[in-house]
């Protein structure tokens, strides 16, 4: 089986617990720090990986270091180094995401511009967008990208809306050549 449909499962799994115990919330910041920490500490997510360190000491190692976390987040953590699948964790923080997203109707987006959106131009994209897509709101990611010269491109899912200078100017010379 690949990771996406193993981290899926747990992914769901928790779900239901954060619904359950309405720690809804509190479990979509616990997993996205927990996945950017192992993301940045490749040398710690290895030593969990590694062969010769017996599971007891990668279990004391993985409490100590996330002992923060909330006890259903934290099991599902031990869970996964007890089965060997702690390499999925970025998979399952991916797919609680977007089950958190979905049940919120929200979807995440990303922003290209030329120079960095205000918090007001976010949530103008947001408002206008979000009704195009059929949900409630975006969570806008901005990435400075200077050779779009001005406007934005926004990307949702698999969605691309250009409304940059150099998109309009792709599309003009195209109209020219073609």
Do not use: W
């Amino acid at each position: 089986m690949n990771k996406e449909i193993i981290a899926k499962r747990y992914a769901l799994a928790l779900f239901q617990i954060a619904l359950e115990k309405q720690l809804l919330d509190q479990l979509e910041e616990e997993i996205r720090a927990v996945r950017q920490a192992l993301a940045e500490n490749e040398q710690f997510f290895s030593l969990l990986t590694y062969p010769k360190l017996s599971l007891e000491k990668k279990k004391a190692l993985l409490q100590e270091t996330f002992a923060a976390v909330s006890t259903p987040l934290r099991n599902t953590l031990l869970l996964l180094l007890e089965r060997h699948r702690i390499d999925i964790v970025p998979e399952l923080a991916e797919q609680f995401i977007e089950l958190v997203n979905e049940a919120r109707g929200v979807a995440e987006a990303t922003a290209y511009s030329a120079r960095p959106l205000t918090e007001e131009e976010k949530r103008a994209l947001s408002e206008v967008f979000a009704k195009k897509i059929g949900k409630t709101t975006l969570h806008i990611e901005n990435i400075v990208d200077p050779s779009l010269i001005g406007g934005v491109k926004l990307r949702i899912g698999n969605r691309i809306y250009d409304g940059s200078i150099s998109g309009q100017l792709e599309r003009i010379q195209r109209q020219l050549i073609g």
